[in-house]
T-cell receptor
Framework: QKEVEQDPGPLSVPEGAIVSLNCTYSNSAFQYFMWYRQYSRKGPELLMYTYSSGNKEDGRFTAQVDKSSKYISLFIRDSQPSDSATYLCATGTSYGKLTFGQGTILTVHP | DGGITQSPKYLFRKEGQNVTLSCEQNLNHDAMYWYRQDPGQGLRLIYYSQIVNDFQKGDIAEGYSVSREKKESFPLTVTSAQKNPTAFYLC????????????????FGQGTRLTVV
């Protein structure tokens, strides 16, 4: 079993839709939870970061962590074509080594 | 501008040939990483180094080698022992040892796409 599981999709939605991306993890030692966005042929960039259970909001993006069920979510409201990318969840421990999910390919069509 | 530079962007390798991918950072980060990305597999850790002159194997180190002689440089060699090297390779760095985001946010280079011909 992989330490971080993520549905690779692909996921296709119309512009303006609410997008829900999810990951599960198995290692209780993970303390940090991140979402990276990766455009085609580019390196990933940090999108959202959370440390504890609960919600964190940044504009149209909301990251949610439930440590009791080991579940990580990213919600995108009013999705735009520019949101089309691969979204990678990642978990980490205090010494900086990250474990990534498989990535979900998202396409938002006009 | 601070960041991570990977070169070359595209690389072609013949069967049985060793090739070296370059990764340079000017972020003054202590830790550097190499990941391999295949379709549907996410990022898999090849090697990482938390300090100069020290490095550790990741999850898929077989067929790869690294060195860390300078803080800013972490080259990856793909050897002939790596039977399926065609992939997108990503180098990253972090600054562990602090608290919160600073120790875990990974900054990535733009990647090197390696193809076996």
């Amino acid at each position: 079993q992989k330490e971080v599981e993520q549905d690779p999709g692909p996921l296709s939605v119309p512009e303006g839709a609410i997008v829900s991306l999810n990951c599960t993890y198995s290692n209780s030692a993970f303390q940090y939870f991140m979402w990276y966005r990766q455009y085609s042929r580019k390196g990933p960039e940090l999108l959202m970061y959370t440390y504890s259970s609960g919600n964190k909001e940044d504009g149209r993006f909301t990251a949610q962590v439930d440590k009791s069920s080991k579940y990580i979510s990213l919600f995108i409201r009013d999705s735009q074509p520019s949101d089309s990318a691969t979204y990678l969840c990642a978990t980490g421990t205090s010494y900086g080594k990250l474990t990534f999910g498989q990535g979900t390919i998202l396409t938002v069509h006009p | 501008d601070g960041g991570i530079t990977q070169s070359p962007k595209y690389l072609f390798r013949k069967e049985g040939q060793n090739v070296t991918l370059s990764c340079e950072q000017n972020l003054n980060h202590d830790a550097m990483y190499w990941y391999r990305q295949d379709p549907g597999q996410g990022l898999r850790l090849i090697y990482y180094s938390q300090i100069v002159n020290d490095f550790q194997k990741g999850d898929i180190a077989e067929g790869y080698s690294v060195s860390r002689e300078k803080k800013e440089s972490f080259p990856l060699t793909v050897t002939s022992a790596q039977k399926n090297p065609t992939a997108f390779y990503l180098c990253a760095s972090t600054q562990p040892g602090g608290t919160g985001l600073g120790e875990t946010e990974a900054f990535f280079g733009q990647g090197t796409r390696l193809t076996v011909v």
